[in-house]
């Protein structure tokens, strides 16, 4: 069993560097080859501790990363698998989770993953029955159980976040998922890719606010004009190169040659910014060739590494005005998190929406409220007789299908999204916050539209005043319950909340919490 990445980056002395592939369309020819290649060079240059594998990535169909990085494994070269949400559902993802097992590929990056892109035919159905955290909880309990078949070594999760976020609800949804991932077991995070020190800085800064010592890579890319063109233009969810960055990148490629040395640079000072900000690592992307530009980057930062202050000042590539947790350009490390300080206006529909909605869900769905025990007589009636159940379906989903767009899925979580539905308003269901892929607080998917996370928070603090990102975590849909009545549900201890529900119990670990 290789343990080299885990072993290497929990250790506190270590400076971690792993490396992304990105496998082609092909089973065979230049595509693998040229990735057998890079992990080849990188297991004899000995720097690199794991290569990291995607995932189909842009959701476009890929060799798996599971068969090309067993390949790569055998060679004695560790690896970090990818493994998103969107292409299978519970079933298939804790099939594919065994089979890593017996592989012995126990490196697993749980990732939300980008939405479904084309395929035979036309674009796939995005599935997303689980999203990253209940995922993490899906790998743990798997790895309990591998331990009680007399495999003493489980899984080994890590997760990604985005500091790259310039709204304060973004911050705050991202970070408190952060919070959740943790929570559920992931052993190592991976960032997003940026170019801003101060959000770098960030992160790591309000982890140690709230006392999380997980270790953390920063990505760093070897920009090209091309690369930088599709990041600016959103079309790597989650990536931000803005727009100054992008003219900077296309002046200095202006020669090809300059600009390729003025790229490698940049990336070995990002990196030397990174381990100067307290990064426990890094991970190098945008290497798609061969290994030699990568061990260019590794060399110049060996060299340059402890110069990484004069360089921050050149890391500042965020939108003008854009929030920030701290203030960077301070130096005093006392300072709290500034969630809250100043609330935006929210439409006044959307207040009395939330109003009503959560006036309703404190008397009528709430365990301790004085109608608890009433609702719940007045359900297991109504529940005996189909009449019933169907008066019931009647009155839930017709109101509901007016109030918040329901898609009868039987197994609320308004609660959980500022009473908006998370399965009506977010393409990929998360019920835990949102993937990394919105831009300013627009959705990934639907440009058009606000982040349903986004929106959350913003009414949350307009009415409440104050925001508070539930503890633990919320466990995936119960589909057994589609096209039921979420509300018998509930009363009848049927859905999520129900005692019975081991994962419910799981999510019960709280790591952090971040209030405001
Ligand atoms: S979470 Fe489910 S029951 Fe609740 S509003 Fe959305 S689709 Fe309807």
């Known amino acids: 069993m290789l343990r080299i990445f885990k072993d290497d980056v929990l250790d506190p002395e270590k400076f971690t560097m792993t490396l992304e592939l990105v496998p082609g369309g092909d089973s065979t020819g230049r595509s693998v080859d040229t990735v057998m290649g890079i992990a080849a060079d990188a297991f004899a240059d000995g720097r690199i501790s794991a290569v990291s594998i995607t995932d189909n990535p842009g959701g476009n169909p890929s060799l798996s990363p599971d068969v090309i990085g067993h390949r790569i494994f055998t060679t004695g070269m560790d690896v970090i698998v990818h493994f998103t949400c969107r292409d299978t559902n519970r079933v298939g993802m804790e099939s594919r989770a065994l089979q890593l097992a017996m592989m012995g590929m126990k490196n697993i990056l749980a990732l939300t993953g980008d939405f479904a892109g084309k395929g035979f035919g036309g674009q796939g159905a995005p599935v997303f029955d689980l999203d990253s955290v209940q ?3 899906l790998l743990g309990l798997l790895s309990e159980r591998m331990e009680e078949a007399g495999d003493p070594d489980g899984f080994f999760t890590g997760c990604a976040v985005s500091p790259f976020k310039w709204t304060e609800a973004e911050s705050f949804a991202q970070y408190g998922k952060l919070c959740r991932k943790i929570g559920a077991g992931a052993g190592f ?5 940026g170019y801003d020190a101060a959000k770098f800085g ?6 140690g606010f709230l006392g999380l010592d997980v270790p953390v890579l920063g990505s760093v890319y070897m920009l090209t004009p091309a690369a930088a063109r599709i990041m600016n233009a959103g079309r790597v969810p989650g990536a931000m190169v803005t727009s100054g960055l992008l003219a900077e990148v296309e002046k200095r490629w202006a020669d090809k040659k300059a600009g390729r040395r003025w790229s490698i640079e940049q990336t070995a000072r990002l990196a030397a910014v990174l381990k100067g900000l307290g ?10 060739k061969d290994f030699e530009t990568a061990g260019r980057i590794l060399d110049r930062f060996e060299q340059i590494q402890d110069q990484w202050k004069d360089y921050l000042p050149r890391f500042r590539h965020g939108p003008p005005g854009g929030f920030q947790v701290f203030d960077f350009d301070r130096t005093d490390e006392d300072q709290a998190p500034r969630f809250g300080r100043n609330p935006e206006k929210v439409p006044l529909l959307e207040r009395l929406h939330y109003l009503f909605l959560k006036t309703v869900h404190r008397f009528f ?3 301790n409220s004085a109608l608890a025990a009433v609702s719940r007589q007045f359900a297991a009636v109504m529940d005996a007789s189909r009449t019933g159940r169907r008066l019931v379906h009647l009155a839930e989903y017709g109101s509901k299908h007016i109030l918040l767009g329901c898609r009868q899925c039987g197994d609320c979580a308004i609660e959980y999204a500022g009473f908006l539905c998370p399965e009506a308003g977010c393409p990929k269901h998360t019920r835990n916050g949102p993937c990394g892929g919105s831009r300013a607080g627009c959705c990934e998917v639907f440009p058009d539209r606000y982040c349903v996370w986004y929106r959350a928070y913003r009414r949350i603090i307009a009415m409440d005043g104050k925001a508070v990102h539930r503890a633990g975590c919320v466990p995936p849909r119960l589909w057994e319950l589609d096209r039921s009545s979420s509300w018998l549900n509930f009363h009848l201890d049927r859905d999520h909340h129900g005692s019975s ?3 419910a119990r799981r999510c019960d670990v709280n790591v952090c919490s971040l209030k405001i």
């Not at 990064?279 to 945008?286: A, D, E, L, N």
């Open 202 to 207: 960030e992160l790591i800064r309000l982890m």
């Open 135 to 137: 995922l993490q909880i």
């Open 365 to 367: 769905f709430d365990r």
């Open 189 to 193: 995070i991976i960032t997003q890719l």
């Open 501 to 503: 529900n081991q994962l």
């Open 279 to 288: 990064y426990r690592g890094i991970h190098i992307g945008g290497i798609h």
